[in-house]
């Protein structure tokens, strides 16, 4: 079972930038990819980020590419996602979500088990 809580979020300009933390429950937080998803208001919830449980490998939606950059720190159980260049559209709840345990993912394949409540971000035009 892993438990996490999302914090950073808030309202910033467009051009702007934040950083979003998930901290994580457990002792096997290496153990899993963690992710990123977002659900902006009337919309489905979406992929954003995910970085596999060794950290060598990132995935991004096409949409972040270039201005989003995930990291995790297993020290500190810890999965970051740093947002540049926000645009109005970044604007919806951010999701942390974690894997399952020692699963490694393939782009596209972005099932998750355990997921936090949330942080919203709000970007102004």
Same mark, same amino acid.
């Given at each position: 079972?892993?438990?996490?809580?999302?914090?950073? @979020?808030?309202?910033?300009?467009?051009?702007?930038?934040? %950083?979003?933390?998930?901290?994580?429950?457990?002792?096997?937080?290496? +153990?899993?990819?963690? @992710? &990123?998803? %977002?659900?902006?208001?009337?919309?489905?919830?979406?992929?954003?980020?995910?970085?596999? &449980?060794?950290?060598?490998?990132?995935?991004?939606?096409? +949409?972040?590419?270039?201005?989003?950059?995930?990291?995790?720190?297993?020290?500190?159980?810890?999965?970051?996602?740093?947002?540049?260049?926000?645009?109005?559209?970044?604007?919806?709840?951010?999701?942390?979500?974690?894997?399952?345990?020692?699963?490694?993912?393939?782009?596209?394949?972005? @099932?998750?088990?355990? &997921?936090?409540?949330?942080?919203?971000?709000?970007?102004?035009?």
């Amino acid at each position: 079972q892993v438990q996490l809580v999302e914090s950073g @979020g808030g309202l910033v300009q467009a051009g702007g930038s934040l %950083r979003l933390s998930c901290a994580a429950s457990g002792r096997t937080f290496s +153990s899993y990819a963690m @992710g &990123w998803f %977002r659900q902006a208001p009337g919309k489905e919830r979406e992929f954003v980020a995910l970085i596999n &449980w060794g950290g060598g490998s990132t995935y991004y939606a096409d +949409s972040v590419k270039g201005r989003f950059t995930i990291s995790r720190d297993n020290a500190k159980n810890a999965v970051y996602l740093q947002m540049n260049s926000l645009k109005a559209e970044d604007t919806a709840v951010y999701y942390c979500a974690a894997g399952g345990i020692g699963k490694y993912y393939l782009p596209g394949d972005y @099932g998750m088990d355990y &997921w936090g409540k949330g942080t919203l971000v709000t970007v102004s035009p």
